[in-house]
């Protein structure tokens, strides 16, 4: 499914230049509130921090990012499928 919605992303204009923007791209298409919109560009950039610096990030930051911000994710698949369903 990710890779449809990345293929789909690819089609706006302008495209995405990163992870983080691509849930600007979609907010301004209107697909998902720009609530939503910017936590979920918030979680994208985590999430970079995560891979790109893993050494330096607290595990308890991360237990709670995840156990407050998961349900983000939870909302974001289903506008997604909701959307896009065949």
């Known amino acids: 499914m990710s890779r449809i919605i990345s293929l789909r992303l690819k089609s706006f204009d ?3 230049r990163d992870y983080a923007d691509s849930f600007m791209v979609i907010q301004e298409q209107g697909i998902i509130s720009s ?3 910017d936590r979920l560009r918030q979680m994208a950039k985590f999430r970079n ?3 790109h610096l893993y050494g330096e990030i ?3 930051y991360v ?3 995840l156990q407050d911000d998961i349900k983000d ?3 974001f698949k289903s506008i997604i499928i909701l959307r896009y369903k065949t």
């Open 14 to 16: 302008p495209p995405p």
């Open 35 to 37: 609530d939503l919109g």
């Open 49 to 51: 921090r995560l891979v």
């Open 58 to 60: 607290d595990n308890t």
């Open 63 to 65: 237990y709670k990012y």
């Open 73 to 75: 994710t939870e909302e």
